[in-house]
């Protein structure tokens, strides 16, 4: 049996995103069975200052010897980096990203992958360009629960996927917790808002099984009618969104498909954090399959079957790497101590990717990735939400 291939990582920002996933990534992936590759970090960087790179890696339990950096663009040039995670909000990976692109940095980059569409595709050729791995980092696609949900429908247990209904919301008084403005939440400067902080999972669960499960030649994109209600306080953010999606199908495949995906800062998907209504409900002529909340980080699931079949599974996050709880208090994302967050996952993907020679993730390539961003530009186009020049260019480098 031949040993683990260890996977160099650079860290790009030190917020709690960031932590989570280093201390997940730190977490012996043999605990989860995996073999075949080993993590460790051997820089990270914080655009503030070199002092706060160094208290990073010293919070999660990084090697001694790895380089702490106050700057981005030192950070990139480092040589024993094989790969780089992007941890800043979405409204500055487009040019975090093309930073790392540009020093030859394979990349794997937080959710939203970009503000648009337009910044999504240069990236991608970037990538291209370059010969160097890129993928979009939205976790929840690499949990063993999504893999079976997806291997559920491909079974075709409930026949063709005929509706989804998905939600992740959250119950927040923005103007009481956010009333700096400063917030990612409501901040257009970081483009803030519902849409694509939370309204991100609730689009993930209805490509990953009404689009994602398609043969990839048939796979064509959905027609979408979004009603969209901006933040009072300055009409710069949306605090609630619902999204009606239509996916063509052929009648062989079970015919059109729809969805609708809602998101909201004020409105809760399950009041008082309960788990007990699902919060994703993928249904078919033969039953449907319930996945219970948070939406981003789930650990429940129940196949129900026209037959009278009922199967409740459950999900935990395997692991003794402590994570942060960055992600705790959305819904009932709970863990107990001891565990992981489950980011190791998406760790596990990217690192198969880079030894096997591939250039963009299994689960969500880059082609799905810049449909989603399209789906979000059209909603913000029918909800007249617009962000920053400075944020929505493709101009590179802009300092933001």
């Not at 789930?298 to 992600?327: H, I």
Request: charged residues 25%.
């Amino acid at each position: 049996m031949s040993s683990p291939k260890t996977i160099h990582w650079g860290i790009l920002a030190t917020g709690g995103i960031a932590i989570t996933f280093t201390k997940d990534l730190l977490v012996d992936p043999t605990t989860r069975g995996v073999t075949h590759v080993k993590h460790t970090v051997v820089a990270a960087a914080s655009s503030s200052s070199k002092s706060r790179a160094e208290q990073f890696l010293k919070d999660t339990g990084c090697p001694s010897d790895a380089k702490a950096y106050g700057s981005y663009e030192e950070f990139v040039k480092d040589p024993n980096i094989d790969i780089i995670y992007i941890a800043t909000p979405h409204s500055h990976h487009y040019q975090n990203a093309m930073l790392c692109l540009e020093a030859g940095k394979n990349v794997l980059c937080e959710k939203a992958f970009t503000v648009n569409a337009a910044q999504a595709r240069a990236l991608a050729e970037k990538a291209k360009e370059k010969d160097l791995f890129l993928m979009e980092a939205v976790w929840t696609r690499y949990f063993p629960l999504s893999i079976y949900v997806r291997d559920l429908i491909t079974s075709g247990c409930i026949g063709p996927v005929a509706r989804v209904l998905a939600d992740n919301s959250m119950a927040t008084n923005p103007e009481e917790q956010f009333s700096d403005g400063k917030h990612r939440l409501v901040n257009p400067d970081l483009a803030g808002g519902a849409l694509l902080d939370l309204g991100i999972y609730s689009l993930t669960w209805v490509f990953q099984t009404l689009y994602h499960t398609q043969p990839a030649d048939t796979r064509k994109p959905p027609q979408v009618l979004a009603a969209v209600k901006l933040y009072g306080p300055t009409k710069a953010a949306d605090e609630a969104t619902t999204i009606a999606l239509n996916f063509p199908r052929s009648a062989e495949a079970g015919g059109d498909a729809h969805a609708i995906a809602s998101t909201s800062l004020r409105v809760p998907t399950i009041p008082g954090g309960k788990d007990d209504v699902p919060s994703i409900r993928i249904q078919g002529p033969k039953g449907e399959i319930q996945v219970f909340p948070p939406a981003f980080r789930p650990t429940r699931t129940r196949l129900v079957l026209k037959d009278g079949t009922v199967e409740d599974k459950q999900w935990p996050q395997p692991g003794p790497g402590k994570g942060s709880g960055w992600y705790n208090g959305f819904g009932s994302g709970k863990q107990s101590e001891g565990e992981g967050q489950g980011m190791f996952w998406e760790a596990d993907e990217a690192a198969t990717a880079l030894l096997e020679g591939r250039k963009e993730g299994k689960y969500e390539g880059l082609e799905e990735s810049i449909l989603i961003m399209e789906v979000m530009d059209e909603v913000r186009k029918q909800g007249g939400l617009k962000y920053p020049e400075k944020i929505e260019t493709t101009k590179y480098p802009t300092p933001l």
